[in-house]
């Protein structure tokens, strides 16, 4: 229940402070016709608020909310869970979705023009060999690039470099409504 203390409700009248709010009484009204009806359809008592879980009690005590720091809790983490550079993944390391992803999340959010995929490798300059290798593995417009993983270009024996040719050419057309 709010304070109704002058200090604190300068928006009320002097007649009203101590009175149930509108919200407040059809709340309370509501709890009870809850309350009655679960007693009249059971025999064992119903519980109240201040003994089930999960639900706020009705004690007039004072409601202490408690923030403790991130690094508090860091001594708890698994510290064999830390990545290393070079190290092949384990099941214990979490993967991160934007890594494995071509696009990252930012440029899912700015998708450039949807192109026919010849037109985009024209449009942005990939090499022929690359356009061949995608257009060959089903690649067809512009917009599908957005599922695309890295492991998926490796298993069509996409190279290192063109993976890097790809990436940039990504980073231009999602930023290509910016500029224009």
């Known amino acids: 229940m709010p304070p109704n203390h002058k200090e604190f409700n300068t928006m009320l009248a002097d007649k009203n402070l101590g009175q149930l709010t509108l919200l407040t009484a059809q709340h309370q009204e509501l709890q009870e016709q809850a309350h009655m009806k679960q007693t009249q359809n059971s025999s064992a008592p119903a519980p109240t608020p201040s003994t089930t879980m999960g639900t706020a009690t009705t004690s007039g005590g004072p409601i202490i909310n408690v923030n403790f720091p991130a690094k508090m809790f860091q001594m708890f983490h698994n510290p064999g869970a830390a990545t290393v550079p070079g190290a092949p993944l384990t ?58 993983t890295i492991q998926d270009l490796e298993v069509i024996s996409v190279l290192c470099g063109e993976i890097s040719q790809l990436k940039d050419v990504v980073s231009c057309w999602c930023n290509a409504y910016f500029f224009s």
């Not at 696009?103 to 990939?126: A, E, K, M, R, W």
């Open 91 to 148: 099941q214990t390391q979490p993967v991160s979705l934007s890594a494995a992803m071509l696009l990252t999340p930012s440029q899912l959010q700015s998708l450039g023009p949807h192109l026919s995929l010849d037109n985009f490798c024209v449009s942005y300059d990939i090499s022929q060999d690359l356009q061949r290798k995608l257009i060959e593995n089903g690649y067809t417009v512009s917009h599908s690039l957005r599922f695309a």
